[in-house]
């Protein structure tokens, strides 16, 4: 599994027109952030200073906090009218409150929204502002470590399989010498092996290395793109085929509990409760696949929850659930279990996308399924597999039966059962625990650069 996709956030707050609480002069605010995973409790990250006798602070205080893509990161900013030295805040004017997720403020860079009461209700006066930066102080050491090894030595190897490359030779040189190189006025080094020189009198070298070019390009991030403006176009498929088990059986894995719940549900709100965050409109498509469905009752392998072919749309993860209850007393669980279709449709929009300038979206498909597929040779070009875990390439990339081997690792499989206990959010961690790599590695092998400049300003 995938590392998670972790990076430090600064989190800027400003407010605007605040309800003015004191006599005789004005409000004395602070911001208070409190943070939540999942079903946890609130807890208390910072709080920025105090701002004397002002509606419309702006708050030196920054919040620096580590962003986690793969799970929902519930923010709490409390605005507070301080009038004394205690720490305890319930003695101090409540001004208002804005409940809004990480995600969220990522995606949109700047998120301003009117300011509540703690019932919800509108606090009838007030704004505030988030504004979130990346901190990419590690990405500048990075860089500069590499920068000084270039100083030192480069070092040539023989490239094995195996791993034992063998060492050619290695030189110095500078970041500076390569970047001067050009092809009529090239940069050569000669490449010399410490021990062949000691062992041989007559050795000069093991080869002249000449550089012609030398670029700097910049990589970007997984929040780069994200803060620059892409978008994740999200789609849910759901299995309806017949080894599922009659829904009305409890046995089943469409039958939906007196809770309300089944493992199909719990799977979509999971990973879609993560994943709406990246998308504006939060219009998803959602499908079924392996069902007889009305009025033919023919087979079908794509058709849409709503049973809206022109507009097969859903309102938000909501609307996906309600189009999937609606839909499953509707039809017959049949088969086969069939990806391609699905794969190829969503496909044929991302391959659409490609043909923008920038990376401006990227498309995400959610197969939820109980079993085996049983057209691999159409959904992956002839490969040859016997078991789903091998979709997922975290061994070595997928190879059809020529050997061919696929361009990224684009397949994340998780077994469902094996987070029927564990913490409600686990599930979409391990979902999109390669997504934040998938996205970056893709837009830079296509040299696409985020729509907008996600620099700060």
């Not at 704004?127 to 590499?146: G, H, L, P, Y």
């Not at 009529?184 to 062992?199: D, G, L, V, W, Y």
């Not at 009198?201 to 550089?211: E, H, I, L, Q």
Request: include cysteine; hydrophobic fraction near 35%.
């Amino acid at each position: 599994m995938a590392a998670q996709c972790v990076t430090k956030v600064e989190l800027t707050v400003s407010c605007n027109n605040l309800l003015d609480k004191d006599i005789g002069s004005k409000s004395d605010p602070l911001c208070v952030l409190l943070m939540s995973t999942s079903d946890s409790q609130w807890y208390e990250v910072e709080r920025t200073e105090k701002v004397q006798n002002c509606l419309s602070p702006k708050f030196a205080k920054k919040f620096v906090i580590d962003y986690y893509f793969e799970i929902v990161q519930k923010l709490k900013f409390g605005i507070y009218d301080i009038d004394n030295k205690t720490i305890d805040l319930s003695d101090d004017d409540f001004l208002g409150e804005l409940e809004c997720t990480l995600g969220q403020v990522v995606s949109s860079r700047k998120l301003t929204r009117p300011l509540v009461l703690k019932n919800k209700s509108p606090a009838g006066k007030g704004t505030i502002t988030i504004s979130a930066e990346e901190i990419k102080d590690n990405r500048v050491v990075n860089f500069e470590v590499q920068a000084r090894k270039l100083d030192n030595k480069v070092e040539c190897y023989d490239y094995d399989n195996d791993g034992s490359h063998d060492l050619i030779g290695s030189f110095e040189t500078t970041m500076t010498r390569l970047q001067e190189a050009s092809r009529t006025s090239p940069a050569e080094f000669e490449c010399i092996n410490s021990k062949k020189k000691q062992k041989k009198k007559g050795y000069k070298n093991s080869g002249v290395v000449s550089v012609k070019h030398c670029q700097v390009v910049k990589e970007y991030t997984f929040l780069d793109y994200i803060m620059g403006g892409c978008q994740i176009n999200f789609t849910v498929a759901i299995d309806f085929t017949g080894s599922n088990g009659d829904p009305r059986s409890p046995q089943s894995l469409h039958y939906i509990s007196p809770q309300g719940v089944n493992e199909y549900l719990s799977a979509i709100w999971s990973v879609g409760n993560v994943i709406q965050d990246y998308d504006s409109d939060k219009m998803f498509p959602a499908f079924g696949f392996g069902a007889q469905i009305p009025p033919t009752w023919q087979v079908s392998h794509e058709f849409p929850l709503n049973f809206n072919p022109s507009n097969p749309f859903c309102a938000g993860v909501e609307g996906v659930v309600e189009a999937y209850r609606v839909c499953l007393p509707q039809v017959k669980l049949y088969g086969p279990t069939n990806f391609s279709p699905i794969i190829n449709h969503v496909a044929c929009f991302a391959k659409q996308a490609l043909q923008q300038t920038t990376a401006s979206q990227y498309f995400v498909l959610l197969i939820i399924t109980d079993g085996v597929i049983t057209d691999m040779d159409e959904t992956l070009g002839g490969a040859d597999f016997s078991a789903m875990e091998f979709l997922d390439g975290d061994d070595g990339r997928l190879r059809s039966l020529s050997g061919e081997a696929a361009m990224r690792d684009i397949v994340q499989f998780v077994p469902f059962r094996q987070f029927q206990n564990a913490p409600s959010q686990a599930l979409a961690q391990s979902v999109l625990a390669e997504l934040p790599q998938q996205v970056a590695s893709f837009f830079s092998s296509f040299k696409l650069k985020p729509p907008h400049d996600p620099s700060p300003s």
